[in-house]
């Protein structure tokens, strides 16, 4: 695609100032003016323009259909067959931004023959007037759930302003990389549509009175800044702040959940904010916003609310990956310090909107630990929602796992895609902009900020200068940098000395290591070594430079442990190892077993840790081992190596246990985490057949059920096995008095279905007999809930066998089993 001097990261990351408008801005140096050399990013980004950026513009057909229906409709072409659809052309739209920054990288007229017949689709179904949503255009009655009964009745959460926010973003990116404006016109005519509608009225919407509400779902307000960057007009800046403005003043809900205030930031005005609440993704998208407008119409209100926000999030609310929002349901913030790990959300997209916002308060604040919390959570979370083949993705990023729980949205692992596929589309989008985020500068001030091996020419007071890191970063710590003035030239060098260098792995109140010894770092010049002044977490080097001048920065990457804040219940007297800026984890297939068996009763002996490469068809990864203390199955301690790996590394060779936090005492150990619980009613289960990605145990595990689609608890199915018949045994501590036995089925969009019929038999003496049935009762096969029966006449039993009879080529599954005893 034909290359243009515009950039299309400052677009995104904005140079924001503590003093707004006295200072100098910063301004990143653009991505296309950046080359990636880096071993450990570029083969990332030929992976994704080969391979995610194609499987992902194939699973996002059907927003492409979605947007044809409307343009089919608007030209009178009869549509049948088209179901309505809150968001699924935002996942199209993030797939062509993306596509559009790594096309950057080589041209590519296939590409961008698609992106023009996708935009040929997308202005056929903008409507005369702007408006640009198919749910409503083609008039589908089914698009009142949750999208009102018409246009912009139902703006919290019918994500109609979302979509179009993701659609101005691809615009201005495809605009940017093949000059090519259709899209940039579209975008264009619906913003002036929505401003008529929400600012100054339009008598085809809401009786001709201005809306005047922000949006469930943030996002329009970012692009309203890209659009303003872009084409310089004053309306879409305007639009913007408006939307900041009236949030939480003019429209606050009133009801519980996704229905509350809290939940998109809608409790108070956004100026008086001072804690990060409601849903993670919506959270992070505001405050980038406000970051933005602040900056650009010098509202100094925005970075008093967005300092206590920062604090907030990095003292109590966040993971040691990055991750942010860690509950399950409104997907976002729960009380201070609730981290769980195996049951912890953190969805993909918020440790995305968790990079951009830090990155922007860099910007705001010249301070380095905004970059570091941004690097923790790209090298942690962010790179671990997609696999080194680029083809499989994390929605849900916990902290441990039992290598069966699907955690992930019905898997125990990365799944192809998703229903609501935000997340790999995010990931599109985001990992070609990181070189955008390698240097910035202002006046004589130039940064390094992220280190990767690259190479840019950049413009210091009036000099060009070029600039080259080669390193091996992240893996490794030495950091060799040339510098290449046009001709001899004064200015401030600033290189990041990462919070992990120091006496914590990222800042905030949260994390510690448990040792104060620091190995220092080093800093060289032309081989001489040289003392550095630091400032807001920078090594300042003030001189002038020459043509060929070298300088080493070496940060020692040694093993360190790390300890949580005593008020996180869930990891007290457990420990974290990390390594430079990856934290570690421990998988069971490079140790023998059960990750959770293991635990750190003595000091680790980190100074003894091997650190090695491992090799894998789809990529490497660096791998540590170390002494440690496991339990084995008779509940005898014995010394093993533990084997970590870089936590985004995690699950890229199949399911299996992970753990981050690692117990320090023996009795938080287990040696198998698929056990029954001790509380259990059973003492044993067993089956005729169990698939390797489920476990027998999960029928007696009390962990409740909601849905009969097993994609929240653990389950026990008999895949692979289909049409054959089935039987699953659970014995009791001792012979019961039976009331009623329920059995919470399971049914999937694949192949697990309820049983064509089932029974039950009671082992009676050794012997087994037929369950007798109450006169009323029969074996049901309800959804989502427990089918129960009871016994015709008292019943003592020892077990019970529950025999299934699965329908032709379907497999069978339990969630849970309910006994009740006679007291």
Same mark, same amino acid.
């Given at each position: ?139 589908? +009655? ?58 100054? +009225? ?16 943030q996002e329009i307000e970012l692009a309203l800044v890209k659009l303003h960057k872009v084409t310089g007009k004053q309306l879409y800046l305007d639009m913007a702040r408006k939307f900041l403005e009236v949030r939480g003043v003019t429209y606050v809900p009133q009801g519980e959940g996704v229905r509350s205030s809290t939940y998109a930031q809608q409790q108070a005005p956004v100026t008086e904010q001072k804690e ?338 491992t090799k894998i068809p789809s990529g490497s990864f660096i791998q540590a081992q170390l002494p440690a203390e496991a339990v084995t199955a008779n509940g005898i301690t014995e010394e093993k190596n533990l084997s970590l790996i870089p936590y985004y590394a995690w699950n890229n060779r199949g399911p299996s246990s992970m753990t981050v936090w690692f117990p320090k005492e023996k009795e938080l150990s287990v040696f ?152």
């Open positions: 695609m034909k290359a243009r001097i515009l950039s299309l990261i400052y677009l995104c990351q904005f140079a924001v100032t503590t003093q707004w408008a006295k200072d100098e801005p910063l301004r990143p140096v653009s991505f296309h003016k950046v080359e990636m050399t880096s071993d450990f990013w570029r083969p990332r980004l030929i992976t994704q323009r080969k391979v995610l950026v194609p499987f992902a513009f194939e699973k996002t057909e059907p927003g492409i259909a979605h947007l044809q229906a409307a343009a089919d409709h608007l030209a009178g072409i009869k549509v049948d067959g088209h179901r309505a659809h809150r968001f699924i052309d935002s996942d199209l739209y993030k797939v062509m931004e993306g596509a559009a920054y790594l096309a950057r990288l080589k041209d590519d007229p296939e590409l961008e023959a698609q992106f023009d017949r996708i935009v040929d689709v997308i202005a056929a179904a903008q409507e005369p007037d702007g408006y640009l949503y198919p749910s409503h255009t083609t008039g589908v +009655g089914e698009a009142r759930n949750m999208m009102g009964d018409s246009p912009y009745t139902y703006v919290v959460h019918s994500h109609e302003l979302y979509n179009m926010g993701h659609m101005y973003e691809a615009a201005v990116a495809y605009y940017l990389a093949t000059g090519k404006n259709k899209l940039l016109k579209v975008a264009e005519k619906n913003a002036r549509h929505i401003n008529k509608v929400f600012f100054e +009225g339009d008598p085809k919407y809401n009786g001709g009175k201005p809306i005047r509400q922000a949006p469930g779902h990060a609440v409601g849903h993670a993704v919506r959270a992070t998208y505001l405050y980038s916003a406000m970051a933005d407008v602040g900056k650009l119409t010098r509202n100094t209100a925005y970075s008093k609310a967005l300092d206590y926000i920062w604090g907030n999030l990095v003292n109590t609310r966040m993971h040691i990956t990055g991750g942010l929002g860690a509950v399950h349901g409104i997907e976002g913030f729960g009380p201070k310090y609730l981290l769980p790990n195996a049951d912890a959300f953190n969805e993909t997209c918020a440790a995305v909107g968790n990079v951009l916002f830090n990155f922007r308060m860099f910007l705001v604040h010249k301070d380095a630990k905004y970059l570091d919390v941004a690097e923790v959570a790209l090298l942690n979370n962010v790179l671990a929602a997609v696999n080194l083949e680029g083809n499989r993705f994390f929605y849900v990023n916990p902290l441990e796992a039992d290598g069966k729980y699907p955690f992930n949205h019905g898997t125990a692992g990365r799944a192809p895609w998703f229903g609501t596929a935000c997340c790999p589309s995010n990931m599109a989008r985001l990992l070609p902009q990181v070189q955008g985020m390698t240097y910035a500068h202002a006046g004589k001030d130039l940064y390094i900020t992220f280190y990767a091996e690259t190479a840019t020419k950049i413009k210091i007071a009036g000099t060009e200068v070029g600039l080259r890191q080669k390193t091996a970063y992240p893996n490794e710590g030495k950091i060799e940098i040339s510098l290449n003035p046009s001709e001899s030239t004064d200015f401030r060098l600033h290189l990041r000395i990462p919070t992990w260098a120091g006496k914590q792995f990222v800042p905030g109140e949260l994390y510690q290591y448990t040792d104060s010894e620091v190995e220092p770092w080093k800093l060289s010049i032309n081989g001489k070594s040289v003392k550095a002044g630091t400032q807001n977490g920078f090594a300042v080097i003030d001189r002038r430079w020459e043509k060929g001048d070298r300088i080493t920065l070496d940060l020692p990457m040694t093993v360190r442990v790390n300890e949580c804040h005593d008020k996180v219940e869930d990891n007290h007297g457990r420990l974290a190892l990390t390594r430079g800026p990856f934290v570690l984890c421990a998988e069971g297939l490079d140790n023998g077993g059960a990750t959770q068996r293991f635990f750190l009763g003595k000091t680790p002996a980190t100074a003894k840790a091997r650190v090695t490469t198998d985490p698929h056990e029954l619980p001790k509380e259990s009613i059973f003492s044993k289960i067993s089956a005729s057949q169990t698939s390797d990605l489920d476990t027998v145990s999960a029928i007696g595990d009390g962990k409740e059920p909601r849905w009969s689609s097993g994609k929240k608890v653990p389950r026990w199915t008999s895949r692979p096995q289909k049409g054959k018949p089935q039987w699953v045994e659970a014995r009791f501590h001792a012979a019961k008095n039976v009331r009623s036995v329920g059995v919470y089925w399971m049914q999937d969009q694949q192949d697990v279905k309820f049983p064509k019929e089932w029974s039950l038999e009671v082992e009676q003496g050794g012997q087994w007999n037929p369950f007798e049935l109450y006169v009323t009762d029969r074996y049901d096969m309800r959804a989502n809930q427990y089918n129960v029966v009871h016994p015709a006449a008292p019943l003592i039993c020892d077990a019970i066998r529950i025999r299934m009879n699965p329908k032709e080529d379907a497999c069978v599954g339990i969630l849970e089993v309910q006994v009740a005893f006679e007291k």
